[in-house]
């Protein structure tokens, strides 16, 4: 007989992580690489679109006043394909403990810089999901409630790496 269920609210919890966050993150990226001036057709104007895209969400992170310039270009055009990756391979899990553990830190980072920006009552665009999104209290919450949610994954996940899985722990007599 099996000691424990495969299911608990632990692993439920970082399937929940996984799942909101790597979705989350996949689609933040993609959105601020695509959606400001997708153009499909013809294909050579994708790298000009690209370019644009890179060029508005690198206006968006200028206006947190928080960079130099060359900090701006870097976090621009790196973030949102550092992103797309994180977010795929936090769904697919392999390695989950190091990538939920980058995205946690990304995540506080966020939740610090959108916080400071709203506690100056900065007049800005989110620049999150590349839809105009003013910065208002509920972008603060959002983002604690993220930070929250990869944080319990995070922990869970290192505290369920510590224990067999119930599938393959051995029965006792």
């Known amino acids: 007989m099996m000691q424990s269920s495969p299911l608990n609210v632990r692993r439920a919890i970082i399937w929940i992580g996984r799942l909101s966050l790597g979705g989350t993150f996949v689609y933040a990226g993609?959105?601020?690489?695509?959606?400001?001036?997708?153009?499909?057709?013809?294909?050579?104007?994708?790298?000009?679109?690209?370019?644009?895209?890179?060029?508005?969400?690198?206006?968006?992170?200028?206006?947190?006043?928080?960079?130099?310039?060359?900090?701006?270009?870097?976090?621009?055009?790196?973030?949102?394909?550092?992103e797309i990756i994180l977010g795929l391979l936090l769904l697919i899990g392999w390695r989950l403990r190091i990538w939920a553990s980058l995205i946690t830190l990304i995540m506080l980072g966020f939740l610090g810089v959108v916080s400071r920006a709203y506690l100056l009552h900065m007049d800005i665009n989110c620049g999150c999901f590349a839809t105009p999104?003013?910065?208002?209290?509920?972008?603060?919450?959002?983002?604690?409630?993220?930070?929250?949610?990869?944080?319990?994954?995070?922990?869970?996940?290192?505290?369920e790496a510590r224990q067999p899985h119930p599938w393959s722990a051995p029965e006792k007599a």
Do not use: C
């Open 30 to 82: 993609y959105s601020k690489l695509f959606f400001p001036s997708f153009i499909p057709w013809p294909l050579f104007a994708l790298r000009f679109s690209l370019s644009t895209n890179l060029s508005t969400f690198a206006v968006q992170v200028d206006s947190y006043k928080m960079l130099s310039p060359g900090g701006v270009s870097f976090v621009a055009h790196t973030l949102p394909f550092a």
């Open 133 to 159: 999104e003013p910065l208002t209290g509920m972008t603060v919450v959002r983002d604690g409630a993220l930070a929250a949610l990869a944080v319990l994954m995070t922990v869970f996940a290192f505290l």
